[in-house]
T-cell receptor
């Protein structure tokens, strides 16, 4: 079956530091890959997505590249802000084999200190 | 426009009680999903509707869980004879079509005492 593994947190950073959150996946078909973010007290929001190999998703200074050869979709941001403190979830959907239901990783809590 | 809404936002139930959780998807969205998020974990798929048809209920953990979407819009997730292990946040998401981005509601936090 499909699965997503992401690095455990919490990750604590200083403002303007570089952020990387690792995500790897297992899928039998041709998945689309997503990063969702959950800010304190809010619901899940789509941060970025990529639908095929070598695609790069980007939004709000965050980037992630769909790497089929390493089955990875690592999230990066060059200079984090306090407002980036949140829980980040890597996810996949595989329309070819499992409908469009999302399979999530366990989440990574990020805390950015001023 | 309005996003996905869920009610109630918080629900406390005594073990053995039945509960009903409501989801109002974005108007016009065909697909509707329910997920369960235990504390400190990622959401896990429960069930999926396309219009009023429940096409996948493989994630429902037991026959105490039942979902419906009778008119293809509002959906209700019902849990009968709640147990402590049912305590979680229940998330609803909708998408315009099956292959489109899913938009999530704020969730209902269920606590079973």
């Amino acid at each position: 079956g499909n699965s997503v593994t992401q690095m455990e947190g919490p990750v604590t950073l200083s403002e303007e530091a570089f952020l990387t959150i690792n995500c790897t996946y297992t899928a039998t078909g041709y998945p689309s890959l997503f990063w969702y973010v959950q800010y304190p007290g809010e619901g899940l929001q789509l941060l970025l997505k990529a639908t095929k190999a070598d695609d790069k998703g980007s939004n709000k200074g965050f980037e992630a590249t769909y790497r089929k050869e390493t089955t990875s979709f690592h999230l990066e941001k060059g200079s984090v802000q306090v407002s980036d403190s949140a829980v980040y979830f890597c996810a996949l959907s595989d329309l070819s084999t499992a409908g469009n239901k999302l399979t999530f990783g366990g989440g990574t809590r990020v805390l950015v200190k001023p | 426009g309005a996003g996905v809404s869920q009610s109630p936002r918080y629900k406390v139930a005594k073990r053995g009680q039945d509960v009903a959780l409501r989801c109002d998807p974005i108007s016009g969205h065909v697909s509707l999903f329910w997920y369960q998020q235990a504390l400190g974990q990622g959401p896990e798929f429960l069930t999926y509707f396309q219009n009023e048809a429940q096409l996948d209920k493989s994630g429902l953990p037991s026959d105490r869980f039942f979902a419906e979407r009778p008119e293809g819009s509002v959906s209700t997730l019902k849990i009968q004879r709640t147990q402590q292990e049912d305590s979680a946040v229940y998330l609803c998401a909708s998408s315009l079509e099956i292959s489109d981005t899913q938009y999530f509601g704020p969730g209902t936090r269920l606590t079973v005492l």
